[in-house]
RNA sequence: GCCCUGAUAGUGUAGCGGAUAUCACGUAGGACUGCGGAUCCUAUUACCCGGGUUCAAGUCCCGGUCAGGGCACCA
């Protein structure tokens, strides 16, 4: 509906100009006024046509408005200053919103462009961390919000199989005492990591163990010990799966490296890029890419004779490329200069280079975290933190059996990180404090609370969903404000799918659940002349706030 | 040293070159609590510094300052 005024207010603009004589601009520029004394819509497009036509903007404005004709959607158009300001017939609109909005509300039809997303792909050495957890929640969103905006998305977790820091781990097995079972840990991603960490701490005292470590790569790049590797991996990687399900976190496909290495494709790439004419030798295998504006080669093969990250990267990509129209990556702004090295050969080999969604940091106050140094909050921890906080905010509040008060604060325990992340921009630097993190005084605990809020008004009103919209029936104040906030929703899922950005969703559904708020408490609904116009309005916010919510993989209680 | 990213109220944050800069927390008042108070209303305080481009700059460009990150035969 948001988009149908537009392109009224467009069409009725157009036609004035055309008979005014003027020449219409490609794009007539429309932004929504500050307040809504200045109306729903405005276009400055006499600003525009003031520099082609040599006359002052008001004047334009001033012969648009003799002709122009209002559509019948609009009350009435009227000029502030150069603005032409749009007012929308809220009785017609509404009513119509109201009609249109499903169960789906926000999705948009499929767009037959498919979409490859890779997210989260952390080494399984060991539990997520509070720093993975970043690259999970905007990864898992954006997937869900361009799944909503019509496209066709497989995610993926690119799994490191091989690197030295998984060798690290096979070398612990099968040198220091004890099966994985024996490390301490409720979960296997645990064990695993505090066997990492041993090896570190090993490695420290003795810097011979790592021609030791090189070894095993090279044979394992041969094909030894594969069970050993396949087994260290699928052990962390249940423990993170775990945790990710329980994030509400879902990868459709898991993309192991080695294969990369095992069916030949690293070495065909790199046979490849050697006929691109960019690669050069000493004692490694390299890819020259000053042309490109960058100053540091990217090695492509250890002296030994092993692949590296990068290289078998660029197999990967290869491999997406033929998979998806679009390609994006969520990764951690360290690896921009990997990542560019990686998309400038991708492109040298004919491949899709991928977008690229880089997030910064998040710290602890002390500083960075490191699994190597077994320094780091899991995120299982902070989930369970999480549960635990909510659930003495439910008691506190209401007296409910246990199994259905732990529900509720799984939910609100899970919305209050998931939240944490989403609504911040990526290119933000976080510093974490549990507080922050946890808060359920405000944040993502209220727009839970205000669906719950609609879910409890319409059972209470035993509404049905048949109920009639009265004539005569046309929002003012918070009312209106919340009906244009409806209205807007798809317009908000599309434009953030279109700039791979998560926070305006988050953004969204605070602003609606404050509005919402803000309603309930000022306009009755039960009892009064528009019962039936309102609970339908209540049951459309109801559906748009599940839906924001979900797009965020956040669960909206009926009751909390 | 070179490269990338940030800088907006006490704190955290949003902001497509356009009209009075968003939201949350905090603080201080207040409301109502008969559709559930995890509520509502009011007040409070901000675009790092210096140049430039433009009819119009928080937004674009150049130069600083501070903060984070990168510059591996790690990932």
């Not at 003495?392 to 990180?417: M, Q, T, W």
Request: proline share 4%.
């Amino acid at each position: 509906m948001f988009r149908y005024i537009e392109k009224e207010a467009r069409d009725s603009i157009t036609a004035a100009l055309e008979k005014l004589g003027i020449k219409v601009p490609p794009e007539i520029k429309l932004e929504e006024p500050p307040n809504p004394q200045l109306g729903d819509l405005a276009s400055t497009v006499s600003f525009e046509l003031a520099g082609k036509l040599r006359r002052a903007p008001i004047e334009i404005t001033a012969d648009i408005m003799s002709v122009i004709e209002t559509p019948e959607i609009f009350e009435t158009i009227e000029s502030k200053g150069p603005y032409i300001n749009f007012f929308v017939d809220y009785g017609r609109f509404s009513s119509r919103l109201l009609e249109s909005i499903q169960d789906d509300y926000g999705s948009h039809p499929p767009r037959d462009e498919r979409v490859i997303l890779e997210h989260t792909s952390a080494n399984p050495n060991g539990p997520l961390h509070i720093g993975h957890i970043r690259n999970a929640i905007i990864g898992d969103s954006l997937a869900r919000i361009l799944r909503m905006a019509g496209y066709d998305v497989e995610t993926q977790y690119y799994v490191n199989d091989m690197g030295r820091q998984i060798a690290m781990i096979v070398w612990g097995l099968l040198n220091l005492d004890g099966d994985l079972e024996d490390y301490p840990g409720d979960k296997m991603d645990h064990r695993v990591g505090k066997l990492y960490f041993e090896v570190n701490q090993r490695l420290k005292e003795n810097p011979g163990i790592r021609d030791e470590v090189d070894e095993l790569i090279r044979k394992y790049e041969a094909g030894e010990n594969e069970e050993l590797f396949r087994k260290v991996v699928e052990y962390c990687l249940s423990g993170m799966e775990e945790t990710m399900k329980r994030l509400h976190v879902h990868h459709d496909r898991f993309v192991w490296e080695g294969q990369f290495v095992r069916d030949g494709t690293v070495d065909r790439v790199i046979e490849s890029l050697r006929k691109t004419g960019y690669t050069g030798e000493n004692d490694v295998l390299y890819l020259d890419l000053e042309e490109f504006g960058l100053e540091k080669e990217l090695v492509l093969t250890r002296s030994d004779g092993t692949s590296l990250y990068s290289t078998r990267d660029i197999a990967y990509h290869l491999q997406k490329s033929e998979e998806g129209d679009v390609i994006i990556d969520v990764l951690g702004s360290d690896h921009k200069l990997a990542a560019e090295q990686v998309g400038i050969a991708v492109e040298l080999l004919g491949g899709k280079r991928p977008e690229v969604i880089f997030y910064e940091f998040i710290t602890l106050p002390e500083g960075s975290m490191s699994t190597r140094r077994g320094v780091f909050i899991s995120v299982d921890e902070l989930m369970d933190e999480a549960h635990s906080r909510a659930l003495h905010e439910v008691k506190k509040r209401r007296d409910l059996p246990d199994d259905v008060a732990d529900d509720i604060a799984e939910s609100i325990g899970n919305g209050a990180i998931r939240y944490y992340i989403a609504r911040l921009s990526p290119e933000k630097h976080i510093v974490f404090r549990w507080d922050d993190a946890l808060s359920f005084e405000r944040g993502c605990a209220s727009i839970q609370y205000a669906h719950a809020r609609a879910c409890k008004l319409l059972e209470k009103a035993s509404f049905t969903g048949e109920e009639d919209i009265e004539d005569g029936w046309k929002p003012e104040g918070d009312e209106r404000e919340l009906v244009r906030l409806l209205a807007r929703f798809p317009v908000v899922v599309e434009e953030s799918a279109l700039a791979r950005r998560v926070h305006p969703v988050a953004q969204y559904a605070q602003d609606l659940a404050n509005t919402f708020n803000s309603f309930y408490r000022s306009t009755p609904v039960i009892g009064s002349d528009f019962e039936g116009a309102r609970l339908r309005l209540v049951d459309s916010v109801r559906k748009t706030l599940r839906n924001a919510l979900n797009l965020l993989g956040i669960h909206a209680p009926e009751t909390m």
